[in-house]
């Protein structure tokens, strides 16, 4: 894997990162208008949290290879 490579990929970590926030973040408005409940609310951000940390872990390793960590 290239540096461009790391980049790129880097790049599409990011944008995940960003559309699972915007997810837990529409997930909490479904709540307060009650569209869902709280069993489902928190299964459902458990989920996205998970997602969110393995995102965050690999955007991590790729910041250390291209050594800006």
Known sequence: MSLE???A?????????DSLID????LE????KGEINE?????ERHKLERALV????R????KFIMGQA
Request: hydrophobic residues 30%; charged residues 55%; positive net charge.
């Open 29 to 32: 408005e479904r709540l307060k």
């Open 9 to 17: 990929y880097s790049k599409d970590l990011e944008k995940r990162r």
């Open 23 to 26: 997810e837990i973040k529409k």
């Open 39 to 43: 069993k489902v609310y928190k299964e």
């Open 54 to 57: 393995e995102v965050m872990d």
């Open 5 to 7: 490579d790391v980049g």
């Open 59 to 62: 955007l991590a390793q790729m």
